[in-house]
């Protein structure tokens, strides 16, 4: 994915597309046929085997990913930390020094 988007986001993606396909072959009257990137039509099977051949990632940079994206979960859930202890509504307000009105 290109980005950083999430999961459900490319779902909702990939199903918009998946409808007006399946739309446009009940307006026709046809059943929906796999195929291939060409055209061709194709099996299950042989379309399972596309995918894995084509669009598999690399373990390695499978691992960086979530490892990048754990530390970055790790950083943001640190700092929602801190500034709830420091901003909460029973913390007791700050020492000032008294203006001149507040003395006299």
Avoid: F
Avoid at 33 to 62: C, H, M, N, Q, S
């Amino acid at each position: 994915m290109v980005g950083d988007r999430h999961h459900e986001s490319a779902i909702c993606h990939l199903a918009t597309h998946l409808v007006t396909r399946i739309a446009a072959c009940m307006r026709a009257g046809q059943r929906y046929a796999l195929r291939d990137v060409d055209g061709t039509p194709i099996t299950e099977a042989e379309g399972r085997a596309i995918v894995t051949a084509r669009y598999k990632i690399d373990p390695r940079r499978r691992k960086n990913v979530r490892y990048k994206r754990m530390r970055e979960r790790r950083k943001q859930a640190a700092g929602q930390e801190s500034q709830e202890s420091r901003w909460s509504p029973t913390a007791q307000p700050a020492m000032t020094k008294p203006t001149s009105r507040q003395v006299a």
